[in-house]
T-cell receptor
Framework: DQQVKQNSPSLSVQEGRISILNCDYTNSMFDYFLWYKKYPAEGPTFLISISSIKDKNEDGRFTVFLNKSAKHLSLHIVPSQPGDSAVYFCAASPYAGNNRKLIWGLGTSLAVNP | KAGVTQTPRYLIKTRGQQVTLSCSPISGHRSVSWYQQTPGQGLQFLFEYFSETQRNKGNFPGRFSGRQFSNSRSEMNVSTLELGDSALYLC????????????FGNGTRLTVT
């Protein structure tokens, strides 16, 4: 049973528009969330994270929103660029001190069209 | 700063054989985690090593094992290979604290025939 769900396997947007990638989770013990981007033939690259004490975190064109009551987070990319075309993974971690055991979604493939 | 290096990039093995994969973390990183990626299951956590000790483990059978050396380099071993072990194996290093992100290598693509 997937504890972290990315219900959209793929998403297509026009260059310059906003990309919104969604992620739902079921485990209320998750308290730290991360987004990673993955290009073909490469490992995932860390994008942005958020802890459960916040509801928003921004880094340049990337913003992550967390709605704990809905157990939902989203990644906004504004404006979207062709180089953003990749697979985006949402990951969550329960509080466990310094131990890190990430639970991953299956990914959403984003295509940004010029 | 050099990134995470995984060797080899590609590997083809036969059922029943064993395989060892290697991971060199980013300099200064003491935590190394291993993940298995398959199309249907996504990224699944295998185990994490910190300062030569396994401090976290996923739900994989005992055929999957690992170790970490004093220089933080890590190896993962899979014995008695099965067809279902065909996957991309990713290694990630980090400083090991809860807020430090994982830095991934490009993976080892294992094919079991």
């Amino acid at each position: 049973d997937q504890q972290v769900k990315q219900n959209s396997p793929s998403l297509s947007v026009q260059e310059g528009r906003i990309s919104i990638l969604n992620c739902d989770y079921t485990n209320s013990m998750f308290d730290y969330f991360l987004w990673y981007k993955k290009y073909p033939a490469e490992g995932p690259t860390f994008l942005i994270s958020i802890s459960s004490i916040k509801d928003k975190n921004e880094d340049g064109r990337f913003t992550v929103f967390l709605n704990k009551s809905a157990k939902h987070l989203s990644l906004h990319i504004v404006p979207s660029q062709p180089g953003d075309s990749a697979v985006y993974f949402c990951a969550a971690s329960p509080y466990a001190g310094n131990n890190r055991k990430l639970i991953w979604g299956l990914g959403t493939s984003l295509a940004v069209n010029p | 700063k050099a990134g995470v290096t995984q060797t080899p990039r590609y590997l083809i093995k036969t059922r029943g054989q064993q395989v060892t994969l290697s991971c060199s973390p980013i300099s200064g990183h003491r935590s190394v985690s291993w993940y298995q990626q398959t199309p249907g299951q996504g990224l699944q956590f295998l185990f994490e090593y910190f300062s030569e000790t396994q401090r976290n483990k996923g739900n994989f059978p005992g055929r999957f094992s690992g170790r970490q050396f004093s220089n933080s380099r890590s190896e993962m071993n899979v014995s008695t290979l099965e067809l279902g072990d065909s996957a991309l194996y990713l290694c990630a290093s980090s400083l090991g604290t809860v807020a430090s992100p994982l830095h991934f290598g490009n993976g080892t693509r294992l094919t079991v025939t």
